[in-house]
């Protein structure tokens, strides 16, 4: 059980600043939620934070250690990210098994068939599709086997970039209760981003709203229904999603 | 439906080497309206788009009817094909990232996807292709418009894919997840630019979604796939009435703001939702 803090993080791309200076805390075993306008920078934290970005700012600690700090083993067993675009992060040449072995074979697992088959099963997918490649793959499928990847190695923390908006409600369901279902058991922390408020709602316990780069506020799940931000723009974006739940 | 912009009947896809056929007699007709495809996650949804669009090398696609406007998909050349698709016809594809050439700045790809099929300037093309970025609400589309796809976020790229598509005024838009990565406040500007073209311009709309109050709300009917088949076809804003045990699972699994924080029910599939039925669309 770890908490995940952002101190100060801030990076550049050329002349543009995308983000000035984010700074929040998760705590250990949280689910703490990531919205905003398009653009505003979301995956960007989760891209610093995962060091897929290195050339930022700041601090990210995870259970107080940072993890610039941490050995690369040390870090992938703590530190896990599940992709916006299934595609990026799935090499076309690499089969699902592949994908799925090569974490467990660098960290010396055991019974790397069974956690195969056990990890496809978690998300819904049968064993046969350990010998697909992801061209191979519908949309959503392709998700599905990264976050696979990403709980392979049990790691403390997952940062989930939209994991479930490539996926259909009923296998958005089966994901969400499977990650709701590892966090009670195993005390996981998320950090998990969406654009899908009732998502949020149903997963986080808190959630901050991003705008240009700067979180807004930071709310606690209670704050939706009756839209109780006070920041212009997470009020606006609360009260939209709201219309649009009930209808367009 | 008296002169459809589509007319589909019995569409089978079968990848190769695979044991069952993707997309499974599939028939539909589209006219001036818009219409969802909702389903499963490998369902085949983006197979049928894929399959009007003639876009699956290798995979056997077999149709008693397969019509757009006066062009007979089934029979068409590929050099027939060349003219009509992105210009007539678009699709706006699920892997904006994906599709889109990696090496090759964003607005470069929309304005020569723009000249390819209309006789222009570089200079107007690049000023149409800003325009519509700007009408897709990117904030800065001069900056964007070089920026190459792996810079920009994944609600850019999806706008960066619909304002390329959008701008050779085609007849008909197939569009595969457009909007899933955009947050709602720009998620209903871009379905309003889609929404204005069906009424003002007539096109037709296929939108294929997972987001079912997006479904409901904006489109006017919606096809129900399962495993390659369409199991229902609704009235959208009579979703709530659907019948078929996999469409009733699929709204009970929707997860609401203010629901209970329960685990969410997850559809028991049958077996018999796969068998051969009577089917209309
Ligand atoms: N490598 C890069 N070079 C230049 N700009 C970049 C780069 N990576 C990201 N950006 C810019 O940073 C900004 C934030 O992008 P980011 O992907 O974090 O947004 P986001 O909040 O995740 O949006 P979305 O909800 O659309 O996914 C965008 O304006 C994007 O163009
Ligand atoms: N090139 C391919 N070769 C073999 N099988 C494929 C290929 N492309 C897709 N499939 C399979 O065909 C089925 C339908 O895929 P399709 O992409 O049409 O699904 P979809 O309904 O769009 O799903 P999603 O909502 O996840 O995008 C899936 O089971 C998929 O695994
Ligand atoms: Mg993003
Ligand atoms: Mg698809």
């Not at chain 1, 998700?143 to 990403?150: C, K, L, N, P």
């Not at chain 2, 990232?97 to 607005?107: A, D, E, Q, W, Y």
């Not at chain 2, 997006?214 to 495993?227: P, S, W």
């Amino acid at each position: 059980m770890k908490a995940l803090s952002v101190e100060k993080m801030s990076i550049r791309f050329g002349s543009v600043t995308v983000l000035p200076e984010v700074s929040f805390e998760v705590a250990a075993g949280e689910c703490f939620g990531l919205v905003g306008e398009s653009g505003s920078g979301k995956s960007t934290v989760l891209r610093c934070a995962s060091l897929l970005l290195s050339s930022w700012q700041g601090e990210v600690r995870i259970g107080g250690v940072p993890v610039r700090e941490m050995p690369l083993m040390e870090r992938c067993r703590t530190l896990q990210m599940v992709f916006q675009d299934p595609y990026g992060s799935l090499h076309p040449r690499h089969s699902i098994r592949s994908v799925l072995s090569e974490p467990l074979r660098i960290h010396g697992l055991d019974d790397r068939e069974a956690r195969m088959a056990q990890a496809l099963e978690d998300v819904g997918l049968p064993p046969d599709f350990l010998d697909r490649y992801p061209h191979q793959l519908s949309g959503g499928q392709r998700q599905r086997v990264a976050i696979a990847r990403a709980l392979i190695l049990e790691p403390a923390v997952l940062l989930l970039d939209e994991p479930t908006s490539a996926l259909d409600v009923s296998v958005q369901a089966e994901i969400l209760n499977l990650l709701a279902r590892l966090r009670e058991e195993r005390s996981f922390t998320y950090l998990m981003v969406s654009h899908d408020l009732a998502v949020i709602d149903h997963m986080c316990d808190r959630f901050a709203v991003m705008q240009a780069g700067e979180i807004v506020e930071v709310l606690p799940r209670d704050a939706i229904p009756s839209n109780q931000a006070d920041a212009p723009y997470a009020r606006e974006l609360i009260g939209a999603s709201l219309t649009y739940e009930r209808a367009l | 439906m008296s002169h459809p912009i589509l007319d589909v009947a019995g569409l089978t896809v079968r990848y190769p080497g695979a044991a069952q056929p993707a997309v499974r007699g599939v028939s539909f007709q589209l006219g001036r309206e818009r219409l969802g495809i909702v389903g499963e996650s490998g369902s085949g949804k983006s197979t049928v788009g894929r399959a009007l669009m003639r876009l699956l090398p290798g995979a056997e696609v077999s149709a008693e009817r397969m019509r757009f406007e006066e062009v007979d998909l089934t029979a068409a050349t590929e050099r027939q094909m060349l003219k009509i698709r992105g210009a007539r016809m678009s699709m706006i594809l699920q892997d904006p990232k994906f599709s889109l050439n990696p090496i090759r700045r964003c607005g470069l790809q929309i304005e020569e996807a723009y000249r390819t099929h209309v006789r222009s300037s570089r200079a107007e093309a690049r000023a149409r292709a800003l325009a519509m970025l700007e009408a897709v609400q990117i904030r800065d589309p001069e900056r964007v418009y070089d920026l190459y796809p792996h810079e920009v976020s994944g609600g850019m790229g999806q706008r960066v894919m619909i304002a390329m598509m959008l701008l050779t005024d085609p007849d008909l838009v197939i569009a595969d997840e457009p909007t899933s990565a955009l947050d709602v406040t720009v998620r209903l500007q871009v379905l309003k630019i889609l929404d204005d073209l069906v009424r003002e311009k007539g096109i037709g709309l296929i939108m294929i979604s997972h987001d079912l109050n997006l479904v409901r709300n904006f489109c006017d009917r919606v096809l129900i796939m399962y495993a390659g088949r369409v199991v229902e076809t609704l009235a959208a804003r009579d979703l709530d009435r659907a019948q078929h045990p996999y469409t009733r699972g699929l709204l009970a699994a929707q997860p609401r703001i203010g629901g209970k924080r329960a685990p969410l029910p997850v559809l028991q599939r049958e077996a018999a939702w796969n068998e051969d039925r009577e089917e209309m669309a």
